[in-house]
């Protein structure tokens, strides 16, 4: 499989946040229809639990072996997919001009764990599963490289959710490894976004 983190190989899409409000909830709807288990993933996760609004896409994460049914429950709604490798860690479908990627891989965290640490959540006036934001952020720190290194989201996120309880030091664990993400821990304890591992609570400035 490749395991090129969750970004999508359209990264500079964007769409109409409105567009892609009116499209969320049916999609969902139609996942949840077809029992396929699934999370709402990146952005849109982050946004269902206070984070800025997104003009990008809607990921959905599910099991390999659950997206060819996936995919079929979004064309029976009348989405079109784009044909994808058969070794693929994400598959496009397209509500309009709305891209929704359906992914089965993200680095740093097991689909499975992803999917059992979702907690229901009304959005848009459906109750969805939705990743945790500690899943969140070790996914999106996880996928920065040096090709795409992209420190100011995750920065934003982290200002607009610091007042959740998020669990830092499973972030930290899980991104241990990433030079850009220690760059980020860097970058948010300076500015006192999020507390240092000896301190009990981050003083936002």
């Not at 490798?85 to 496009?92: E, N, Q, T, Y």
């Amino acid at each position: 499989m490749t395991t090129g983190g969750y970004r999508s190989s359209v990264a500079e899409w964007s769409s109409d946040p409105q567009a892609i409000r009116a499209t969320l909830p049916g999609a969902a709807i139609t996942l949840a229809n077809a029992e396929v288990p699934f999370a709402l993933a990146g952005g849109m996760a982050a946004w269902a639990r206070g984070g800025p609004e997104t003009a990008h896409d809607i990921d959905f994460v599910v099991r390999p072996a659950d997206a060819p049914l996936a995919l079929a429950a979004l064309a029976e709604a009348g989405l079109r997919s784009e044909p994808a490798p058969d070794d693929s860690w994400i598959f496009k479908s397209w509500d309009g001009d709305v891209l929704i990627d359906v992914i089965v891989h993200m680095i740093g965290v097991d689909i499975g764990t992803i999917l059992e640490g979702a907690e229901i959540i009304e959005v848009l006036g459906v109750g969805m599963p939705v990743m945790t934001m500690e899943h969140v952020f070790i996914t999106k720190l996880n996928a920065i490289d040096e090709q795409s290194l992209d420190l100011a989201g995750p920065l934003k996120l982290a200002r607009a959710v610091h007042d959740q309880q998020v669990d830092w030091g499973s972030v930290r664990r899980a991104t241990a490894g990433s030079a850009f993400a220690a760059s980020f821990f860097t970058l948010v304890e300076r500015l006192g976004i999020v507390p240092t591992p000896d301190s009990p609570a981050p003083a936002v400035t």
